[in-house]
């Protein structure tokens, strides 16, 4: 008769390996499905079924994309864990708009080094007209000097403000983070609301935009919230999610937050991708802090990173970001 722990850890593995040929059948998972997934013991089988998912589903090509802040501080909304917010006394840069030369360059070298994707980011509720007559010439000179894919991020963005955008410079993708779970939005955010942001990512799809939309784990949320999150993101259809981990900063009301275990991280990761299987999941702000573990978190669904710096904290260098993704055993297309 099988010990009850060996009885256990085998139940786990018949469960996890039932839910992943669910998913590469091509059924997609429910809420129920994802939170047990983020109960089982057996961490090792979930992070290498999550790993074989998205080994089937995106190969093993590393997505590299990479930002601008085009656009910095003196944000009106109270996000509790922005520093560009001006409800909180930080250390943020302030500035209305960037270099056009600078930046350019600064693209030009990213897409020689293999970013294949590049992303203006402003501050604030949404990008005023003023702002976005400035930001196009800069996208036009980034797309005469480069064939770079271009993404931006510019709040809660209207209709003719993104039709400009895909008219006039191309855009094929638009960033709009849900941040957290529909649940709990209001415990972190009370200036704008979660429909707002669903109701942007759904004018950029009825445009045929590609959607770049995902949140910040370790923010006081529970992992059901995440699931949640998840779940929202699967019926939306986002094809990239970035995955971002709380950098808490000075000055900001989560400030002094304690940092998720690694277990957790992972587990969140892997929970991701089984329940969003053919999106990219991507590495973003907060990666810093799990470099001791990141190979690990690579090998528990990732597809996909940002590269370089971020909006207002240093980021990875892109060599050795592309070094390490090698080593690991991926491709940079």
């Known amino acids: 008769m099988l010990h009850p722990v060996v009885y256990g850890l085998f139940f786990m593995e018949i469960m996890i390996g039932l839910l992943k040929q669910r ?34 589903f995106c190969g093993n090509v590393m997505d590299l994309c ?23 006394e930080t250390k943020v840069d302030e500035y209305e708009i960037v270099d056009l030369k600078d930046t350019v360059k600064e693209v030009v070298e990213n897409a020689k080094k293999g970013v294949k994707r590049h992303s203006l980011v402003t501050s604030g509720r949404r990008v005023n007209n003023r702002t976005l007559d400035k930001l196009i010439p800069i996208y036009k000179e980034i797309k005469k000097q480069t064939d770079i894919s271009l993404c931006a991020s510019m709040g809660l963005i209207n209709k003719k403000q993104l039709s400009r955008l895909k008219d006039e410079v191309g855009i094929e993708h638009y960033h709009c983070n849900l941040e957290t779970a529909p649940s709990y939005f209001k415990e972190l955010v009370t200036t704008h609301t979660i429909d707002e942001k669903i109701e942007t990512i759904k004018i950029a799809q009825s445009l045929n935009i590609k959607i770049c939309s995902g949140g910040i784990i370790g923010m006081g949320e529970n992992m059901g919230h995440r699931v949640e999150l998840a779940i929202m993101l699967q019926e939306l259809g986002v094809q990239s999610i970035p995955l971002n981990l709380l950098n808490a900063v000075e000055g900001t009301p989560l400030e002094g937050t304690e940092m998720l275990s690694e277990e957790e991280i992972l587990t969140s990761i892997a929970m991701f991708r ?60």
């Open 66 to 88: 990479s930002i601008t802040n085009a656009k910095s501080g003196a944000c009106a909304m109270d996000c509790k864990w922005c520093s560009q917010s001006r409800h909180y």
């Open 274 to 333: 089984f329940l969003n299987p053919k999106a990219n999941l991507r590495f973003a702000g907060g990666r810093m802090q799990i470099r001791e573990f990141q190979d690990k978190a690579l090998h528990a669904g990732i597809s996909a990173a940002l590269t370089g710096d971020y909006l207002t904290t240093i980021g990875s260098n892109i060599d050795e970001d592309i070094r390490d993704f090698k080593n690991a055993g991926f491709t940079i297309d």
């Open 23 to 56: 998913v590469l059948n091509g059924e997609l998972l429910s809420y129920e499905d994802g939170l047990l997934l983020t109960q089982v013991t057996d961490k090792e089988a979930l992070y290498k079924a999550a790993d074989e998912i998205r080994e089937h």
